[in-house]
């Protein structure tokens, strides 16, 4: 499999992860609106706003386990360590597991780290897209990570003026 089908196969599995992520909160939206109808309207309506929670917690826990299995497949692919069989086996235990979809959105500090960021992660950070973001990725691996966050700018292509748009949202 060369560089070009393995970018491909990343590409639409970011698109794939971004579908998935904006469903969910969609869903999620309907289902907390359904829910606040249902508590207004009645008190007898409870067992049924209860069972609302209950599906939403259930989607909320599908969907972290189908970000995690991405989240898996692109850290795969970054690394080299897969073949097409492995990627399609993965794909389809994820598309069997969940019947929802995921949430974007991580409980974390909000800073990347440079030195295990996936590529989807730096290309979140401005002024980076993909063909840089795979640049920071070869340039860590071909240099044993960065040891400082300036070490940054060693990456073809990323100046000073680029680093000044991301610095306060990327850490070692």
Known sequence: MNKNSLKKIVSNLEQYQTLIGTLLIVSILVASAIMLVLNFQS????????????????LEQEQKNVNHKINQIIDLLNENKTT??????????????SKSTQNISTASTGLININS????????????GPTYAQRIIDYRNQNGGFKSIEEIKNVKGIGDKTFEKFKGNITI
Do not use: C, F, P, R
Not at 84 to 97: G, L, P
Not at 117 to 128: E, H, K
């Open 43 to 58: 008190e007898k309506n409870n067992d049924t706003s209860n069972e609302l929670v209950q599906k939403v917690t259930n």
């Open 117 to 128: 960021a996936s590529l989807s992660q730096l290309d979140s950070l401005s002024g980076i």
């Open 84 to 97: 097409s069989s492995n990627i399609t086996e993965t794909v389809k235990k994820t598309s069997a597991s």
